[in-house]
């Protein structure tokens, strides 16, 4: 048997016993509304559902979890925007032709999203990272590396636009930044 017929195998019965193990629950928002269509609210989940830990809070939409390499876990009262996508797999590039294909680590690029944070649509996160709590990702950013909690991010690559006053420093700060100081961000 060739290496692709085996890994054709293997693949079939991994998406086998992954389709079988995920329970689809309606993770609708309370404010959703009986006209928006569920699929907006269903996660796709890639690779085995035990290694995604998603608190009962969060909303998370229709986001794709892609759990090859590592775990991800979404804390509470963190939120997404539609069509985001956590990547913890890879390929190991060094390697050529099936054997790419399948040439893919087990552990080791995890993603931890942060309590409270909003992570707006069509992002793209890609493992190892860690978004710290109460922080802001812009639409559209393509995320690489960890972000420092009450901080807001955008761009391809996520670049640090500003840091949001943590609530025991809102009395102290101002609530917009000075002119330049960052400019404004839009949500989705």
């Not at 085996?6 to 993770?27: E, F, H, N, P, Y």
């Not at 040439?103 to 707006?120: F, H, L, M, N």
């Not at 793209?124 to 901080?151: F, K, M, N």
């Not at 500003?162 to 000075?178: G, Y």
């Amino acid at each position: 048997m060739s290496l692709l017929e085996q890994v054709g195998g293997q693949a079939r019965r991994v998406a086998s016993a992954t389709l079988a193990r995920i329970k689809v629950r309606d993770r609708r928002p309370r404010t959703a509304r009986d006209t928006e269509d569920e699929a907006l609210f269903r996660p796709l989940i890639y690779g085995d559902p035990e290694r995604l830990h998603i608190h009962p809070t969060a909303v998370v939409n229709n986001a794709l979890f892609n759990l090859s390499s590592g775990e991800i876990t979404v804390a509470k009262h963190a939120f997404f925007g539609h069509n985001v996508s956590i990547l913890t797999g890879t390929h190991d590039f060094t390697k050529f032709g099936a054997e790419r294909q399948v040439a893919v680590p087990k552990t080791g690029r995890d993603v931890v999203i942060g309590e409270g944070v909003w992570v707006s649509s069509n992002v793209v996160v890609v493992a190892p990272c860690r978004i710290g709590a109460h922080s802001v990702v812009g639409v559209g950013s393509l995320v690489l590396g960890d972000i420092e909690p009450y901080t807001v991010v955008a761009g391809s690559p996520a670049r640090v636009l500003r840091s949001i006053p943590r609530p025991d420093e809102s009395a102290a700060a101002p609530a917009e930044p000075r002119p330049g100081a960052g400019g404004p961000v839009a949500g989705g």
